[in-house]
T-cell receptor
C-alpha cells in the first residue's frame, strides 16, 4: 500500500548528539513536511519542501535542518540535540495537484533528549 | 501573530451529537481543515472548508463562516471509537501551503 513511513519510531538520545529522523513515502507526492507536536502546543511546522530543489522554513526551524534526497525521502536533522527538542515528530506529504488539499501523516517519531 | 482557539476537552455520550468549535485570527486564510488524532497515532484528515457553509460527510459535518473567523465540527451518532483529539488548522495562503494548527480538542465518549 502507498504509505508514509518514519524511522526510527522511538529514540532516546543525550544532549549534544546529532540525530537524523527519516521519512519515506510511496504516494508519489511532491510536497513533504516536518512537524513537531508538544502537549498543549499543537502541531508546529518545522520545514517543508515542494520538490527536491525547494526547501522552506516553517514556524520553528531554528536548531533543525532538512535534506530532500529524492522525491520520496525527506530527512530531519538535529545537529546538536537539546532537551526542549523532546517531542513527537511527524512527517506529512501532499500531492501538488490543485484541488487536492489533504496532508497524509506518517506514524510519528517519539524523540526524547536527556 | 496567528491564533487558533479550540476547547481543550469535551465529553459526550454514545449516540449523542457533539459540536466542536474553532475560532481563528490569522494573517491570511486559504481554507480550514479538521483532523482526527487518536492517542499516540498520526492525524487523519476529516474535512476541508474554504467557502462559507456546511460540508457534510457521513456522520461528520464541518461549517465555516469566514466573516466571523469561526468553524465547527459536528459529530453525529457518536461511537466509542470517536474518542480522540480533533485538530483545527488554517492554511494561510495556497502558495506557501503552511498550516497553523490549534492545540486540539480532546473528546471523550462515554457509554
Amino acid at each position: 500500500d502507498a504509505d508514509v513511513t518514519q524511522t526510527p519510531r522511538n529514540r532516546i538520545t543525550k544532549t549534544g548528539k546529532r540525530i537524523m529522523l527519516e521519512c519515506s513515502q510511496t504516494k508519489g507526492h511532491d510536497r513533504m513536511y516536518w512537524y513537531r507536536q508538544d502537549p498543549g502546543l499543537g502541531l508546529r511546522l518545522i520545514y517543508y519542501s515542494f520538490d527536491v530543489k525547494d526547501i522552506n522554513k516553517g514556524e520553528i526551524s531554528d536548531g533543525y535542518s532538512v535534506s530532500r534526497q529524492a522525491q520520496a525521502k525527506f530527512s530531519l536533522s538535529l545537529e546538536s540535540a537539546i532537551p526542549n527538542q523532546t517531542a513527537l515528530y511527524f512527517c506529512a506529504t501532499r500531492t501538488g495537484t490543485r484541488g487536492s488539499n489533504e496532508q497524509f501523516f506518517g506514524p510519528g517519531t517519539r524523540l526524547t533528549v536527556l | 501573530g496567528q491564533n487558533i482557539d479550540q476547547p481543550t476537552e469535551m465529553t459526550a455520550t454514545e449516540g449523542a451529537i457533539v459540536q466542536i468549535n474553532c475560532t481563528y485570527q490569522t494573517s491570511g486564510f486559504n481554507g480550514l481543515f479538521w483532523y482526527q488524532q487518536h492517542a499516540g497515532e498520526a492525524p487523519t484528515f476529516l474535512s476541508y472548508n474554504v467557502l462559507d457553509g456546511l460540508e457534510e460527510k457521513g456522520r461528520f459535518s464541518s461549517f465555516l463562516s469566514r466573516s466571523k473567523g469561526y468553524s465547527y465540527l459536528l459529530l453525529k451518532e457518536l461511537q466509542m471509537k470517536d474518542s480522540a483529539s480533533y485538530l483545527c488548522a488554517v492554511r494561510l495562503t495556497y502558495n506557501t501551503d503552511k498550516l497553523i494548527f490549534g492545540t486540539g480538542t480532546r473528546l471523550q465518549v462515554f457509554p
